[in-house]
Structures are given as C-alpha cells and as structure tokens.
C-alpha cells in the first residue's frame, strides 16, 4: 500500500501563487508516476500535471502549461505543483495520485492511490 498526502492549498486572489506538497509512504516502490488531479465545481476530475519518479519526464494538461510546474524530492519522497499566474478557473480540490506504470499520466486510469484532497481557492 502506497499513502498519500497533500498539503498546501488556500485562497488566494488571481494572480497569486502556491505550492502543493504530497508525500507519499509505504511501499512507494511499486509506483513510477506520480500526478495531481483537480475537481472544480460542478466539473469532472481532470489530470493536470504527471511526472515519471524514475526519471525526470513530466506532462502538463494544455490548461496549465507555463503556469504550473511539477517537480520532485526523491530523498523526502515528496513531489509538488508549484502554481502561479492562479486564475479563478484553477478552483478546484486538488488530489494527488500513483500508479505503477507511466502511460496515459493525465488520465485517471490505472492509478491505484489516491490522496484525500487539498482544496484551492482563487478569487477574481
């Protein structure tokens, strides 16, 4: 069993920035990828940003692209979205999830862990 959790979410006014941490435990060798996901209101959950733990790959939902930046701590076994630019529309809780095999990062499928949300919260 993988653990996950997310800190780092708030409110902030548009323009504005924030660090997303997840740290992961338990047997985190069984998984390669590692992603965050969103679910705004009244929205599905889409995938917004992936990366490959083993490597340095990462892939980034159109959405965000230039705004967000996924990134890893192998040694705290932590990986975080740094979001700036923030825009009204990036409302969301935010989730982390891994699974153990790199294919189709920003789709749901496949990912076996998940954790219990952070919200964010940004207003015009």
């Known amino acids: 069993q993988v653990q996950l959790v997310e800190s780092g979410g708030g409110s902030v006014q548009a323009g504005g920035s924030l660090r997303l941490s997840c740290v992961a435990s338990?047997?985190?060798?069984?998984?390669?990828?590692m992603g965050w996901f969103r679910q705004g209101p009244g929205k599905e959950r889409e995938g917004v940003a992936a990366i490959y733990t083993r490597g340095t790959y990462t892939y980034y939902a159109d959405s965000v692209k230039g705004r967000f930046t996924i990134s890893q701590d192998k040694a705290k076994n932590t990986v975080y979205l740094e979001m700036n630019s923030l825009k009204p529309e990036d409302t969301a809780m935010y989730y982390c999830a891994a699974k153990p095999l790199f294919a189709t990062v920003l789709k749901e499928d496949g990912y076996q862990y998940w954790g219990q949300g952070t919200q964010v919260t940004v207003s015009s």
């Open positions: 338990g047997d985190t060798g069984r998984t390669t990828t």
